[in-house]
């Protein structure tokens, strides 16, 4: 069964770190773009960050103007898992994170990039407040 599960939501203030963990089943990570993407309340979803397949492109990584600087997306192979390490977080950052799995990063941030995804998690939730 193919499945994907993030971890590592949770409440923290501005200022804060968070490490959102995306872990895969039945399939390899490896083999597939990994993008972060984000839903506040009554907004839109946003891409936060992707990174591009080793195997089948050069494992480049892209960020929304948003997030560069504070957020960093990584691959760990071995244990089939992609994190996003969030620093400086700010109230802005709040939503549900989503990490999903494609074919490429090319389009990163384009209308409707999220579409070219074809396996989701569920979401965890992040909420950056006093």
């Known amino acids: 069964q193919v499945q994907l599960v993030e971890s590592g939501g949770g409440l923290v203030q501005p200022g804060g770190s968070l490490r959102l963990s995306c872990a895969a089943s039945?399939?390899?990570?490896?083999?597939?773009?990994i993008g972060w993407f984000r839903q506040a309340p009554g907004k839109e979803r946003e891409a936060v960050s992707c990174?591009?397949?080793?195997?089948?492109?050069?494992?480049?990584?892209y960020y929304a103007d948003s997030v560069k600087g504070r957020f960093t997306i990584s691959r760990d192979d071995a244990e089939n898992t992609v994190h996003l390490e969030m620093k400086t977080l700010k109230p802005a950052d709040t939503a549900v994170y989503y990490c999903?799995?494609?074919?490429?990063?090319?389009?990163?941030?384009?209308?409707?990039?999220?579409?070219?995804?074809?396996?989701w998690g569920q979401g965890s939730v992040v909420t950056v407040s006093e």
């Open positions: 990174i591009s397949s080793p195997r089948s492109s050069d494992g480049s990584t």
């Open positions: 039945g399939f390899t990570l490896a083999y597939y773009a």
């Open positions: 999903a799995a494609g074919a490429y990063c090319l389009g990163f941030g384009s209308t409707g990039f999220h579409m070219d995804f074809q396996y």
